[in-house]
């Protein structure tokens, strides 16, 4: 049975800061709880190592649509895994910007299921959003930025981010907009 989460958030910085912030897929560990890892592999693919209810769980996400201020959308591929998922970002003023998640997921095994059930997931992902808020807001500036396109799970342009490469392929670094090590790494 898959389970959707959904939550929303006004973080006090411009959309621009908290959409560059949620393209570095590197940091979410620093305010996703149960995140252990996300590594970026190539422009729209990452490999996530999570752990819920102390269950282990590795899987790669392809980026399957993203524009710069407005909306990250990704997919679990390849795998047992279900986990879908959007976040969204929209102008509330000049310095005030709504975060709205969606994740879809189907909860394994009993530990997963009865967390579901008693709308554990509900909880986390709320406190998710309470840390990015606070980890943001802290900073006023993000860690990085990926400012390209990707629509269909195929990067639309190419050249305007300053260059194409990945730390997995030895391209540029994240300072030229690109993908690769932390923390120039998106969702």
Known sequence: MTTTVTASIDVDVPV???????????????????????????DTMTHWVVSVGGV?????????DQVPDDHVSWRAVGGEVVHNGRVSFTTQGADSTRVDLAIEWEPQGFIEKAGAALQIDDAQVKSDLKRFKEYIEHRQSPDGAWRGEIHGGERTDAGSAGGMGSAATGGATRDEGVLGADPDLRM
Do not use: C, H, M, N
């Not at 949620?22 to 592999?41: A, I, K, M, R, Y």
């Not at 282990?56 to 399957?64: G, M, N, Q, T, V």
């Open 56 to 64: 282990k769980r590795e899987f790669d996400a392809d980026i399957s």
């Open 16 to 42: 621009r800061v908290a959409y560059d912030q949620w393209t570095q897929f590197e940091s979410f560990p620093e305010f996703l709880g149960g995140v252990e890892s996300v590594t970026q592999l190539d």
